[in-house]
């Protein structure tokens, strides 16, 4: 049988990363975020044009595939309507590094603060992490064998070099008591038993650099140097035989791992599947001529411009082009508006879609249809202290009647309304649920209306609910 050559190995690990993307068209796409997100069509329908045409973008001819760009999108809403959950699901969906970073966090070359390639260098961290956890999945099995024989010569230990008496008969009778052993081990028979491991301290001395932002990548090379310099403590653990198993494993499978193939998959995925969320994009769009933490503002975009357009960061891994990852920018713009952006950091965000404020009819849908809805987690919960919750229909739209309303009247927070509206509503069952004898509650409207009158009655509801 002959083994695939190197170029046909990278060719498969990238069909694999698309393998999902391919599979599923716009519209399934659509169709599996509609299992989470409520409402929202064209937001959904403009990521599900971009994670098709990451696929699209592989099949065509080498000479054009890396001239074709990602069109970044930018999500204008409230907060609370899902750009968030969005992004992340369509991450999920592709199996790509997904990173969440908040725009505000970041500061202009100069000031004190977090620069803006610091979220490629994390992405990086991730992809890194994803494709190791898959590599260790390969090797598991391999692994635990391994693991599985060093544990045996821990608890059997073998006999010292020494006279040569008899050594078919020691030899067979070792290997007989070493296979009784391992029928032990595999039935869980040595479970409660303790054995002593010499485990590798990895600890690296802490160093921290006090400067301006752009030295986040010498303070990682510092303590790597210092950790490759100074010996690798070992430590002596009693551990039980399970614990210890896991632990042997864990080594094992480091030891049967490739890093340097790693690291290439892992930056590959980065620069070709990589997905950035850039939240509050709204709040770094001020007036020209602020002052305070205001005057950094349109420095942190001109920071961001060559990041979206592509350009290439250092990262501990190595270089990491930019040019191919998706970014997804959102904000809310009620102060702000797009057209506050830098006209060069617009142009980069060609798609735009407006996210729709929630409705009482979205919070009753939101309440009960996504796999994730609310009510179904707070059921789940109190199943486990034996409590059967069942909600009326009625109860349900008083709810997000309720909801809707405390949003038109105090801050509107979408749907995360609900949640400080579902823990007060079932505050009294869930401080109560373990002494309880009527394991069967039925939540109807009246209760609900009961429940939450004081939000009714007073003027000042945000005194009830955030």
Do not use: C
């Amino acid at each position: 049988m002959t083994q695939p050559s190197k170029s046909e190995r990278h060719n498969s690990l990238e069909e694999d990363s698309l393998l999902k993307s391919k599979m599923l068209t716009p519209r399934q796409i659509v169709r599996e975020l509609d299992k989470y997100i409520i409402g929202q069509e064209a937001a959904k329908r403009a990521v599900a044009i971009a994670l098709r045409n990451r696929w699209r973008r592989q099949m065509v001819p080498p000479q054009l595939k890396d001239e074709i760009a990602p069109k970044n999108i930018i999500m204008i809403g409230p907060t609370g309507v899902g750009k968030t959950e969005i992004a992340r699901r369509l991450a999920r969906l592709a199996n790509s590094p997904f990173l969440k970073v908040e725009a505000t966090k970041f500061t202009e070359v100069g000031y004190v603060g977090r620069d803006v390639e610091s979220m490629v260098r994390e992405l990086t961290e991730l992809a890194v992490n994803m494709v190791k956890k898959e590599e260790q999945e390969k090797v598991e099995e391999k692994a635990r064998e391994l693991a599985e024989e060093r544990l045996l010569d821990l608890l059997l230990p073998k006999p010292q070099k020494g006279g040569e008496e008899g050594p078919k008969d020691s030899q067979s009778e070792l290997s007989g008591t070493r296979e009784k052993l391992r029928g032990m081990l595999r039935e869980g028979k040595l479970n409660r038993r303790y054995v002593e491991l010499e485990v590798t301290n990895t600890q690296i001395p802490m160093i921290e650099i006090f400067s301006t932002v752009g030295l986040e990548e010498v303070q990682y090379s510092i303590q790597e140097m210092l950790g490759s310099m100074f010996p690798q403590k070992k430590k002596k653990r009693r551990v039980k035989v399970p614990e210890a198993l896991e632990i042997l494993t864990q080594e094992e499978s480091q030891k049967l791992i490739d890093m340097d193939k790693v690291v290439k998959e892992a930056i590959r995925l980065t620069e070709q599947n990589g997905i950035i969320f850039l939240d509050e994009i709204d709040k770094i769009a001020g007036s020209e001529g602020g002052y305070g933490p205001d005057v950094s503002r349109e420095g942190v975009q001109r920071d961001l411009l060559p990041i979206v357009e592509g350009s290439t960061v250092m990262t501990k891994y190595g270089m990491v082009k930019t040019d191919h990852i998706l970014f997804i920018a959102a904000g809310a713009f009620n102060i702000s508006k797009p057209s506050d952006l830098l006209p060069e950091l617009q142009g980069r965000f060609p798609i735009r879609v407006e996210l729709d404020s929630l409705n009482k009819e979205d919070f009753h849908r939101i309440l009960t249809e996504p796999e994730n809805a609310l009510i179904k987690q707070y059921k789940e919960l109190l199943k486990t202290e034996g409590i059967e919750l069942e909600f009326e229909d009625e109860a349900i739209w008083e709810i997000a009647e309720m909801a809707s309303r405390v949003n038109e009247q105090t801050e509107d927070i979408g749907a995360r309304r609900l949640h400080t509206i579902m823990e007060r509503l079932l505050d009294d069952i869930s401080f109560e649920a373990p002494e309880m004898k009527e394991k069967e509650v039925r939540i109807t409207k009246e209760y609900v209306q009961e429940k939450l009158k004081d939000i009714l009655e007073d003027e000042n509801l945000s005194r009830y609910i955030l």
